[in-house]
């Protein structure tokens, strides 16, 4: 729609650009912000419920789930203020050069924007670190799961590491070129898609992919101990693993999404023709722009929300199960029992070597003697 306040001689392109650069000036950045702000109260609430489940177990080998998921939650917050410093400063400048220049903003304006936006690659380091913390803690829960079982993780982890260091070597070379971040593209972004920009994107879709291998293999297994306890000790007692099998499978695809609402809005928007980008595509730009920013809080959010997700489903179907095994007369003991050791194993994260196994070893003897 056309502002009613330009003049008529001014052609509908020159409008709809200056549209185009309004929302890329004003209602980006407060969406951004706003955006951001929202997720990051999410996740604050989210670790806080993390730290309290994992410091109340009072157990020392929790001490490094603790530690990396404060580490993580300080590199969120950091990527938080540089985030919003960018934008607040980037918004500044582009209003004073569309004030002097409002049909060329890009060529008056771009040196200063350039040098606001050499901070951006320090956010993207920051977002490419919080992502390889999330990887270990997701590889270290796969590797327990699995009972330590190298073969497993062998390859995805591999696969984690080098697509980690393709990032910081894009981000490197964002920090040491003119451009600045592997995806600033000047006022409308449009037109610099670099060779870093898409070896960056080569990393969002490798991250996606590892993030669902991952999942579906720590998933796979809690799945196969869930039918194993199902037919030693019936079905009451697999419960938990269904739950967290459920837990994992949705909260471990979260991140995916949002890596591919990304991936795909940034691709639909920097590959497009120019006029069509700038006329038609400004608001997919938007939703890349907002998501770009708004990764972060989602590497965080993941893991932490499983964690917490986990921890109080277990407690409630704990209860559960502990009220259902007291109706049953002769088994109370036994039931009790189960549901104590399967409420060790409720986090995948915090299960000790061995320990899966020989769980389901001790139910199958219990189940045999049951039947003697």
């Known amino acids: 729609m056309s502002d009613p306040n330009l003049p ?33 109260g999410i996740y604050a609430i989210l670790y806080a419920m993390c730290i309290f489940l994992l410091t109340s177990k009072r157990s020392s080998k929790y001490v490094l789930h603790c530690l990396l998921m404060s580490v993580l939650f300080v ?14 400063r980037e918004t500044n400048a582009n209003l004073v050069t569309y004030a002097f220049n409002p049909l ?31 990887d270990i803690i997701l590889i270290w829960r796969c590797y327990l799961v699995w009972e330590a079982d190298l073969n497993v993780v062998a390859l995805p982890a591999l696969f984690c590491l080098g697509n980690n260091v393709l990032a910081f070597v ?22 610099l898609f670099d060779l870093n ?30 039918r194993k306890m199902r037919a030693s ?15 994992t499978l949705e909260s471990g695809v979260l991140y995916p999404f949002a890596l591919i609402v990304y991936a795909v809005t940034t691709m639909i928007f920097r590959f497009a023709p120019f006029d069509q980008a700038m006329l038609r595509d400004v608001r997919m730009a938007l939703v890349s722009e907002v998501m ?10 993941a893991p932490t929300l499983i964690i917490v997700r986990t921890g109080l489903g277990v407690a409630i179907q704990d209860t559960k199960s502990s009220m259902e095994s007291k109706q049953d007369s002769g088994d109370n003991g036994r039931a009790l029992d189960i549901s104590s050791d399967v409420g060790r194993l409720s986090m995948p994260m915090f299960a000790s070597r061995g320990s899966v196994e020989s769980q389901i070893r ?9 039947r003697k």
Do not use: W
């Not at 020159?14 to 950045?29: G, V």
């Not at 001790?362 to 049951?370: H, N, P, T, V, Y």
């Open 362 to 370: 001790s139910i199958d003897l219990e189940a045999q003697g049951k």
């Open 292 to 301: 770009a920013s708004s990764l972060l809080q989602f590497v965080g959010i």
């Open 197 to 226: 920009s898409k070896l960056f994107l080569a990393f969002i879709f490798g991250t996606l992919v590892s993030n669902l291998l991952v999942t579906l293999l720590i998933a796979g297994r809690i799945l196969y101990i869930s």
């Open 233 to 247: 000790a019936g079905p009451r007692n697999s419960r938990m693993y269904s739950t967290i099998v459920a837990i």
């Open 104 to 134: 060329d903003p890009a060529s008056s304006g771009l040196e200063q924007v350039e040098k606001l936006n050499k901070l951006t690659p320090v956010g993207q380091a920051v977002t490419v670190t919080a992502n390889l913390i999330a």
């Open 170 to 191: 894009t981000v490197h070379q964002a920090i040491h070129s003119d451009i600045g971040s592997p995806f600033y593209s000047g006022v409308l972004g449009v037109g």
């Open 8 to 40: 008529e001689s001014v052609p509908p392109f020159c409008q709809e650009f200056q549209e185009a650069c309004f929302l890329q000036i004003i209602t980006q950045p407060e969406t951004v912000i706003a955006v951001q702000f929202g997720l990051y």
């Open 75 to 88: 590199l969120v917050t950091t990527g938080l203020v540089i985030n919003t410093v960018v934008s607040t």
